[in-house]
């Protein structure tokens, strides 16, 4: 079974407005770590916003937030007022584990191509 | 946040021929380093995991032969594709971490994209 579940591969926003990038996550584990990162053309790796299994408040970076639902293992990534220059794909990750050292292991979903349209 | 660089950023080479790609932490010391590879269009594989002085912890299916990995400072791993062929041809990105870094301080490098022909 797959880790992370990216049901989209493609998004279209116009700009300005706000969009929402799916991600789901199986784990046993009850601490873990979730990711997102923003891959530009370039191949760079973006990190944007993180959310630990605890955390009962929802993280919010800048035009970032995660839509954490623990019961549904749901990390849905909203970006608010679009920009043209967020054309990029997305993809979620996650950490399984007490992860150190070795120990830390990132497994990332197929990713959400986005495009923004102006 | 921290710099990892990661060189060459494209690579072409003959098949047959081998290629070395370095990873290096520019501001941290790099107790831990990961290799991904990522075809196009397509997630990113974790390959292999590398601490400092230490051998390399493959992922499963991948040839630790092929793909050699050495991480003999805290400011350097390299990944070499011996005997390349086309099938190698793929993005090759770095990731590192220090000691006792914090969930969010994976770092990684701007990849190398790797051309056999």
């Known amino acids: 079974a797959q880790k992370i579940t990216q049901t989209q591969p493609g998004m279209f926003v116009q700009e300005k407005e706000a969009v929402t990038l799916d991600c789901t996550y199986d784990?046993?584990?009850?601490?873990?770590?979730l990711f997102w990162y923003k891959q530009p053309s370039s191949g760079e790796m973006i990190f944007l916003i993180y959310?630990?299994?605890?955390?009962?408040q929802n993280a919010t970076e800048g035009r970032y937030s995660l839509n954490f639902q623990k019961a549904r293992k749901s990390a849905n990534l909203v970006i608010s007022a679009s920009q043209l220059g967020d054309s990029a794909m997305y993809f979620c990750?996650?950490?399984?584990?007490?992860?150190?050292?070795?120990?830390?292991?990132?497994?990332f979903g197929k990713g959400t191509l986005l495009t923004v349209n102006p | 946040g921290a710099v990892v660089s990661q060189h060459p950023s494209r690579v072409i080479c003959k098949s047959g021929t081998s290629v070395k790609i370095e990873c290096r932490s520019l501001?941290?010391?790099?107790?831990?380093m990961f290799w991904y590879r990522q075809f196009p269009k397509q997630s990113l594989m974790l390959m292999a995991t590398?601490?400092?002085?230490?051998?390399?912890?493959?992922e499963q299916g991948v040839e630790k032969d092929k793909f050699l990995i050495n991480h003999a400072s805290l400011t350097l791993s390299t990944l070499t594709v011996t005997s390349a062929h086309p099938e190698d041809s793929s993005f090759y990105i770095c990731?590192?971490?220090?000691?006792?870094?914090?969930?969010?301080?994976?770092?990684f490098g701007q990849g190398t994209r790797l051309t056999v022909v």
């Open positions: 990731s590192a971490r220090g000691q006792g870094a914090a969930d969010t301080e994976a770092f």
């Open positions: 784990t046993s584990d009850q601490s873990y770590g």
């Open positions: 959310q630990g299994s605890y955390d009962e």
């Open positions: 990750a996650m950490r399984e584990g007490r992860g150190g050292g070795s120990n830390y292991k990132l497994t």
């Open positions: 501001d941290f010391q790099a107790t831990t």
């Open positions: 590398s601490n400092e002085g230490s051998k390399a912890t493959y």
